[in-house]
């Protein structure tokens, strides 16, 4: 019943910037953390980032930290990656991820429902 969809990839030279948006349908009450994942070619899909419902405390990894900011809009059900400063490394496919409970999480396992994922690739 629960569906997210992720749009908002694309081409982008570095140093460019991009915004991902996930939009949430079905019941979502049950949904509090919303996270963002990234799966480059021959890697694991690893964290970015992830917010709390309220959007009051947010994580991100470390290599995203200072460039990427995570946000939410609950009244549109939809999440956010603003992407700045894009490096060819950013290069991934970003997949839109929630999850129940209030803890920020950076465990795949940890998230029970994904978005169908959107393409980010970055040009050097």
């Known amino acids: 019943q629960v569906q997210l969809v992720d749009s908002g990839g694309g081409l982008v030279q570095a140093g460019g910037s991009l915004r991902l948006s996930c939009t949430v349908t079905?019941?979502?009450?049950?949904?509090?953390?919303m996270g963002w994942f990234r799966q480059a070619p021959g890697k694991e899909r690893e964290f970015v980032a992830a917010?709390?419902?309220?959007?009051?405390?947010?994580d991100y990894h470390a290599s995203v930290k200072g460039r990427f900011i995570i946000s939410r809009d609950n009244a549109k059900n939809t999440v956010y990656l603003q992407m700045n400063s894009l490096k060819p490394e950013d290069t991934a496919v970003y997949y839109c991820a929630a999850r129940g409970g209030h803890l920020l999480r950076r465990g795949v396992y940890e998230y029970e429902n994904w978005g169908q994922g959107t393409q980010v690739t970055v040009s050097s």
């Open positions: 079905g019941r979502t009450f049950s949904l509090v953390i």
């Open positions: 917010i709390t419902q309220s959007g009051g405390s947010t």
